[in-house]
């Protein structure tokens, strides 16, 4: 996972990896194309941008210098709050609600391990009760305006009481004790505190990255997105700090800065779907009256002036995602881009978890003391679900596994935690008996969405191993039976493997397939098959646009799938081939042999035969040769073109036997004679002219053929001495007829000529093209 | 004088056969010399005054080449006789046009097939030593093709004989010029070579055009004429093609 590990909180490595991420990304979010024409121009960029220097240059400069401003400033952060002073003290709620001391770094403090905290005195008198010091609910998500005003207070006295030499920790039952607070130490920070802030870093640098990549209206948008949740993340961080003892200051800004970054990220999303992937009509308004919302809002929580501030906020929050996800059904409608069903269904979660969270704290925070723990925790584990969400977005199309998985896990874990509040909050259940069944819960829920969230998210599911295989064959067959319409017959495979809604055909030439458009459009380059003679003629590539009719991203791993579909599809045609081509060689070998061979063979014993019978015979056995080889080597013969030699053949004969011949042939449509129908046929008509001139003693031929709607009539009439044909015995050379008539699924019968001779009429019901394979 | 007439044929009882065809076609006195392959039939034709056919010694006057010798085809010396004087016809069992196209291209004058009755062959003889080109309708529409394409043969006919799939599919040297002395067919001659495709005889053209037979044979003749110039021009082609080189 590239994503991950920049975390490292060293500028070399985070920059290294950064780097990287840069040229990978362009091909993503970042690049897509904001209209609906080809991204093309994005990916013009990209090529152009990797190609100059300069572009990547300024680019990775300005990186480095946010990524080392971002480290930097996160060192003086630590550096100036392992400065300040605490009370290290670990302590658990106890049934009763009471808190219970369980450890400590000092040595006095240790002693009372096990017994009961009452609160905390400060030096200038003020007791600061350990209950609501040791929930210490974050200032944010306090429900209750006075509540919050007096926890705000709360902690500005106790980050002045750590200010003090000495603070007075009073238990149950025992005496107090005066404690020295004392300097924090990076080891004092908590193991909370740094996964906050390395989650926070990298969401800043990946801001920072999809900014500099294209700095235009949708990613600066992104950035201030991801800037207003590091700074989130950032306040959460510092909330989580373990023992007693805040920074100065801290608490005062707190609560507002947080309520402003999440309104501002809501007006933020808003504007950003508004312009992507679709611009949609009156975009400037929507926009506009989401800033004009947030900034209304932070102005009075700013001055003070408004009550019930939580659910206020919260009401604008729920508010803001439930426009966002009618303005992307909207902006579906208007262009069927995958990408905005997937945001629409992590919006949809988004705004779900935070309703459901809303709901639980709502509800829980009527309710005193037990769960202020879990209260706490609930918001900060949807905002670590909406921050992995964040940073999920620009690599939607590349299918990042594991952060897809940590996104559905804090997701989950949300609603575990607003289902035990919940839980507790309604059915008035046991801490207990909540707790597990919410885990349980959650679970199911993960088990039985992951799948469906995953196909219906990004999308794994494709067709069927055995029906894509199908499919390439078919594929493959048309191709090569077709010859050089590879292109088309291609869209057609990638159409039924992804059911796009639209394939078109561009000039461009890409090396290898590729997804553009933040997965919306997929770029095929058009293969050079095997034995297929394009020419000159630009391949170009298939462009697939909206995978799933529009209700799926492209991934990487389909760019991947396709590029091997196309060679196993080059394979399969050039196996095709090499068995089709070994095929003809070997008939034509076997042609040539029989030709060269028998028939000089046959010539020699023409030549010596002893009657002209005999002569007679061996040269139609060697014309037969000779069609038989002919027919082996040729693979079709066209109709038109076979009756022209029909006639030249029987015209050269008949004239030769001093018989006159008429020939009419009529053909409706142009068609293809395998070689099994043109050798039927050529056999046949030979051997009725035979019969003709060896027996019927005839001094005219009519010979007709019509072809019409694939039904093929041949008649062959003399004048001759031939009478009664139904009388014939059937010799050798009418059995051969009937057969080769039979073979071609038609019909044959001899009646009387009038005035004199016999006709024979052969009937084909279906002389079709038929697929020589 | 005897007229001197060359069978070269591999075949002894072929060559005798086809020595008697001859000598039933003409009248005149005969003097027939036979070569079984090719080596010896060079040795006549040079002691005759060579392939060039110099004035002032008396050559060959009719020549029969089989194609399949033992040592060689017999287009090649087709292809070395082009300037040669004499009336050249190719005896064959090869009726497809595959072999006699090219048979034709080398200046072959005439075919004649070895399977064929006496009587059938003595007249053909007869013909094309009267000037009477045979021109089979598959030959009609490979030198349709031919002038179409601007002295390109076809390369998928659809009676493509005992041409190789490997020649198909491999990609032949094309000149990229077009040769300089490339005659065109005259409507008149495309006319009649549409009509030999379609299987007419000469008579049934002749009537269908409204015009004499002898002027059919005009029009074949110079199809022959311009077939044989455009022919020279892609002979290194051809050769290539047929092995020859």
Request: hydrophobic share 45%.
């Amino acid at each position: 996972m590239p994503i991950a590990r920049p975390a490292g909180v060293t500028a070399p490595s985070g920059y290294g990896d950064s780097s990287t991420l840069t040229t990978d990304s362009s091909l993503g979010f970042d690049s897509a194309a904001p209209d609906a024409s080809l991204s093309a121009g994005a990916s013009d960029g990209v090529s152009r941008g990797l190609a100059s220097g300069r572009w990547l240059g300024w680019r990775r400069r300005a990186l480095m210098v946010l990524a080392l401003l971002g480290c930097v400033g996160l060192f003086a952060l630590l550096r100036y709050l392992a400065g300040t002073h605490y009370i290290d003290v670990n302590w658990r709620v106890s049934s009763t609600g009471q808190i219970e001391l369980l450890s400590s770094g000092d040595a006095q403090l240790r002693q009372r391990a096990g017994q009961y905290l009452r609160g905390l005195e400060t030096a200038d008198g003020h007791m600061l009760p350990a209950q609501t010091l040791a929930s210490r609910p974050s200032p944010r998500w306090i429900v209750d305006d006075e509540e919050r005003a007096q926890q705000i207070v709360l902690e500005a006295q106790l980050a002045a009481a750590m200010e003090q030499p000495s603070v007075r920790l009073h238990f149950d039952g025992v005496a107090p004790i005066d404690i020295k607070p004392v300097p924090r130490g990076y080891a004092g920070l908590g193991a909370p505190f740094w996964l906050l802030t390395a989650l926070a870093l990298v969401l800043y640098l990946i801001g920072a990255v999809v900014v500099l990549v294209r700095p235009d209206e949708r990613n600066l948008l992104y950035g201030l997105i991801a800037l207003c949740q590091t700074t989130n993340l950032l306040l959460i961080a510092l909330e989580s700090l373990q023992g007693f003892g805040l920074p100065l200051g801290i608490g005062e800004v707190n609560s507002l800065v947080r309520l402003g970054c999440d309104v501002i990220t809501g007006a933020a999303i808003l504007h950003a779907i508004s312009v992507h992937p679709r611009q949609v009509p009156h975009r400037k308004v929507i926009a506009g009256f989401g800033w004009a919302l947030a900034l209304a809002f932070v102005g009075a929580a700013a001055l003070g002036g408004a009550s019930n501030l939580w659910w206020w906020t919260q009401v604008l929050l729920l508010t803001y995602g439930i426009v966002c996800t009618a303005v992307l059904t909207w902006s579906y409608r208007l262009l069927p881009h995958p990408f905005s069903i997937v945001l629409r269904r992590i919006g949809l979660l988004l705004a779900g978890t935070l309703g459901l969270l809303t709901i639980a704290i709502g509800l829980a925070g009527r309710e005193p003391g037990v769960q202020q723990t879990i209260a706490s925790i609930g918001p900060v584990i949807w905002y670590v679900f909406f921050a992995s969400a964040v940073m999920l977005i620009p690599f939607l199309s590349r299918s990042q596994q594991v952060m897809r998985e940590f996104t559905l896990l804090a997701g989950v874990s949300t609603v575990a935690t607003s289902l035990d509040l919940l839980f507790v909050a309604v059915f008035a259940l046991g801490q207990f008996t909540s707790l597990t069944l919410a885990l349980f819960v959650a679970l199911g829920v993960y088990a039985g969405t992951r799948q469906w969230i995953l196909n219906q998210l990004m999308g794994s599911n494709m067709l069927t191993t055995e029906r894509m295989f199908e499919s390439l064959y078919r594929a493959a067959r048309e191709i090569e039976s077709a010859g050089s319409s590879g292109a088309e017959h291609l869209s057609k495979l990638l159409g039924e493997l992804f059911e796009p809604l639209e394939v078109t055909h561009s000039p461009r030439t890409v090396p290898a397939s590729r997804v553009v458009g933040d997965g919306s459009t997929l770029m095929v380059p058009v293969p050079q098959l095997p034995g297929i003679d394009t020419g000159a003629a630009p391949r170009g590539s298939l462009v697939l646009r909206f995978a799933r009719r529009g209700r799926r991203l492209f991934t990487r791993e389909d760019a991947r799938l396709t590029d091997r579909v196309l060679d196993q599809l080059a394979r399969a045609i050039a196996f095709d081939r090499a068995v089709e081509q070994g095929r003809n060689e070997e008939r034509a070998r076997i042609a040539q042999d029989l030709h060269d061979d028998i028939g000089a063979r046959l010539l020699t014993l023409m030549y010596k035969a002893q009657s002209p019978e005999m002569e007679d015979y061996v040269r139609h056995t060697l014309q037969d040769l000779k069609t038989l080889t002919r027919g082996l080597a040729a693979s079709s013969h066209r109709l038109s073109h076979a009756s022209a030699e029909w006639k030249a053949d029987i015209s050269q004969r008949l004239h030769a036997a001093h018989c006159e011949l008429h020939w009419s042939f009529d053909i409706e449509r142009e068609v293809n004679l395998s070689v099994v129908q043109w050798s039927a046929l050529t056999r046949m008509l030979r051997e009725l002219i035979n019969n003709v001139i060896v027996h019927a003693n005839a001094s005219r031929v009519d010979v007709t053929g019509r072809y019409e709607r694939g039904r093929f009539t041949l008649t062959v009439g003399d004048d001759g001495v031939g009478r009664d044909p139904q009388g014939w015995s059937h010799g050798l050379g009418l059995g051969g007829i009937r057969k080769r008539v039979k073979l071609l699924g038609g019909e044959v019968r001899w009646r009387d000529n009038v005035p004199r001779g016999v006709v024979c009429e052969i009937r084909v019901p279906e002389l079709v093209e038929r697929q020589e394979r | 004088m005897a007229v001197k007439v060359l069978i070269l044929e591999d075949n002894p009882v072929a060559r005798s056969f086809l020595c008697r065809v001859v000598r039933e076609s003409f009248s005149d006195t005969l003097a027939i010399t036979e070569a079984g392959d090719l080596e010896s039939a060079r040795k006549q034709i040079n002691l005759t005054g060579g392939a060039q056919g110099l004035h002032g010694v008396d050559p060959f006057k009719l020549i029969l080449v089989d194609l399949e010798l033992p040592d060689g085809n017999g287009m090649e010396l087709l292809a070395e006789l082009s300037q040669y004087p004499a009336t050249k016809i190719v005896t064959t069992l090869y009726s497809d046009d595959d072999h006699l196209f090219p048979a034709l291209q080398c200046g072959a004058d005439g075919y004649l097939l070895k399977e064929d009755r006496f009587e059938v062959l003595v007249e053909e003889l007869q013909k094309i030593v009267r000037g009477q080109p045979p021109l089979s309708p598959a030959i009609a529409r490979r030198l349709l093709t031919h002038f179409r394409d601007g002295g390109r043969p076809e390369l998928r006919s659809a009676d493509s004989g005992f041409s190789r799939p490997v020649e198909l599919a491999s990609s032949r040297p094309v000149p990229i010029e077009k040769p300089a002395d490339h005659e065109r067919l005259t409507p008149r001659e495309s006319e009649v070579l549409t009509y030999l495709s379609k299987g007419f005889t000469i008579k049934e053209i002749a009537s269908l055009m409204g015009i004499k037979w002898f002027t059919v044979n005009d029009h074949i003749k110079s199809i022959y004429k311009k077939l044989n110039v455009s022919s020279r021009a892609e002979a290194a082609v051809l050769a290539t093609k047929q092995g020859l080189v």
